[in-house]
Nanobody, 126 residues
């Protein structure tokens, strides 16, 4: 699976951005898709994840109510709609893919993902 993320940019606090991640391959719907982010000097952190069929979503507390993850399995694409952006959301955002597991806790752990996109920069100015 190859992943290509896009949609990052510079936005003022309170603004919105929509990230996209297009996946190659025919088995996209088999994978849990996640979004992670990494700010300078910090570890990569979980942002959101979505099950293969899209029926289950998971969010970090820091983005709950502001970000929405969704997917289009026909277009092999996962989205991250980011609203009410804050300067602390500034980071490189990565999409990732992994097979499902019985314990959804592991969807929040970067090291459990098998495939990663190249990252897209999101900068939120105050």
């Amino acid at each position: 699976v190859q992943l290509q993320a896009s949609g990052g940019g510079l936005v003022q606090a309170g603004g919105s951005l929509r990230l996209s991640c297009v996946a190659s391959g025919r088995t996209f719907s088999s994978y849990v898709m996640g979004w992670f982010r990494q700010a300078p000097g910090k570890e990569r952190e979980f942002v959101a994840a979505i099950s293969g069929g899209g029926g289950s979503t998971y969010y970090a507390d820091s983005v709950k109510g502001r970000f929405t993850i969704s997917r289009d399995n026909i277009k092999n694409t996962v989205f991250l709609q980011m609203n009410s952006l804050k300067p602390e959301d500034t980071a490189v955002y990565y999409c990732a893919a992994r097979l499902p597991y019985s314990d959804s806790y592991y969807y929040t752990v970067p090291s459990t993902y098998d495939y990663w996109g190249q990252g897209t920069q999101v900068t939120v100015s105050s």
